[in-house]
């Protein structure tokens, strides 16, 4: 049974940090894109970013780049998220998941999740 939990969230001042974590257990996951999204309350989620098996290649949302860094540890079955300079804005549940096709920035490209982290950034 393939399961990802997220943890590392929490309540943070804006212009702090917070730096997630999402270990995946039930397989090895080495070989797939792992990624982030985020989810607000009424809003749709929305993708952050994702990093490619070889964990050379990344991609990031417009709102998160530059401030943002995601990376993994194969060896570990992990995949992490820095979160730098944290805005309000930023205020969501944030969900890690790993994708087994060649697209990355939908959340139809995922085909497991975790059950999210809550992060709050207050101004």
């Known amino acids: 049974q393939v399961q990802l939990v997220e943890s590392g969230g929490g309540l943070v001042q804006a212009g702090g940090s917070l730096r997630l974590s999402c270990a995946a257990s039930?397989?090895?996951?080495?070989?797939?894109?792992m990624g982030w999204f985020r989810q607000a309350p009424g809003k749709e989620r929305e993708f952050i970013a994702a990093i490619l098996p070889s964990g050379i290649s990344t991609y990031y949302a417009d709102t998160v780049k530059g401030r943002f860094t995601i990376s993994r540890d194969n060896a570990k079955n992990t995949v992490y998220l820095q979160m730098n300079s944290l805005k309000p804005e930023d205020t969501a549940v944030y969900y890690c998941a790993i994708s087994n096709s060649y697209c990355y920035s939908m959340p139809t490209c995922y085909v497991y999740w975790g059950q999210g982290t809550q992060v709050t950034v207050s101004s």
């Open positions: 039930g397989r090895t996951f080495s070989g797939y894109t």
